[in-house]
């Protein structure tokens, strides 16, 4: 099966495109694209690939659905379109990150393009969704596939930072090599759970004083 998906991706994943639940998968999609609106848009389901490279990746962080409004998701987790209005869980990001790095420029926007192009894998858990119907791809392959994913990183590199927030991610991160890797998790950033544990988990310090131990160059959140 060809998926469109960058080069060195579809070296590492070659194997999981061939398998009956991929197979199954695609054909689900398709057919939930071809009933109605679906995000993100088509051509961007498998953008986190094509912004960060395999060869590149020095940090993933895990998010679980794409957002279900129209004109959210592009294929981040956490992240929207330029013009966007910036979703409570990014806005709460942002918040710990000026707090965790005092100086860093405002962002823009909700757009983490620029996080991508760095090497964070910016991965949810389900890559596509049904307009206005949050979980309506859950439990159709993408569980399976975005597992394999973390597996391929966390076996074939060194040195990566797996940022984790919130219960699911944590245990969808359960079997990363603590030895090789840098776990970090905390609360997810929702309102619902940022008061728990979120704030003040400094996770943005923590992965570039890692990451420069480790002689690689820090992100520019």
Known sequence: ?????????????????????????????????????????????FHAFDACPFDKVKVVILGQ???????????LAFSVNPGV???????NIFKELQSDLPGTPAPANGNL???????VLLLNATLTVRESDAGSHQKKGWEQ?????????????QHV?????????????DFIDQRKHLILKAA???????????????PFSKTNAYLQEHGEQPIQW
């Open 65 to 75: 659905d794409p957002y279900h409004g129209r004109g959210q998701a592009h294929g």
């Open 1 to 45: 099966m060809t998926v469109k998906i960058e080069e060195s991706w579809r070296k590492v994943l070659q194997s999981e495109f061939e398998k009956p639940y991929f197979q199954q998968l695609i054909t689900f999609v398709r057919d939930e694209y071809a009933k109605g609106p679906v995000y993100p848009p088509g051509p961007q389901i």
């Open 85 to 91: 209005r910036t979703p409570p869980s990014l806005l």
């Open 145 to 157: 596939f975005t597992d394999a994913v973390i597996q391929k990183v966390a076996e074939q590199k």
């Open 113 to 119: 393009d620029r996080w991508a192009q760095q090497g």
């Open 188 to 202: 997810h950033p929702s309102p619902f759970a940022a008061d728990r544990g979120f704030f003040g988990s400094r």
């Open 161 to 173: 930072v797996f940022i984790l927030w919130g219960a699911y991610a944590q245990k969808k991160g």
